[in-house]
């Protein structure tokens, strides 16, 4: 992963350019001010693929707090069967 790129508060008045640097990036843009962080930016498509990122992550974290807890294993083949039932596919 590239490390995030860095710009002073004062280059947000570059609306467009901003706007363009944040579709070619491919990480966060951390915005300073007086020096230190202050916000971040970011496309709507890296927004959304980190979104979906942390989703997941979640998701596979509440299964393995089931597994750990002694909620049974099911079978992948009769999970995806029991679903094309219930569901049709």
Do not use: H
Request: glycine share 6%; hydrophobic share 40%; proline share 4%.
């Amino acid at each position: 992963m590239a490390l995030p790129k860095v710009i002073p508060i004062n280059e947000l008045k570059n609306t467009a350019k901003i706007s363009q640097t944040c579709k070619e990036s491919d990480t966060p843009i951390i915005i300073t001010k007086n020096g230190y962080s202050d916000m971040v930016i970011m496309s709507v498509e890296l927004y959304e693929r980190e979104m979906a990122e942390a989703e997941l992550a979640g998701i596979i974290n509440e299964a393995v707090m089931e597994e750990e807890n002694g909620a049974p294993w099911i079978d992948g083949d009769e999970f995806f069967a029991s679903m094309r039932e219930k569901y049709g596919a």
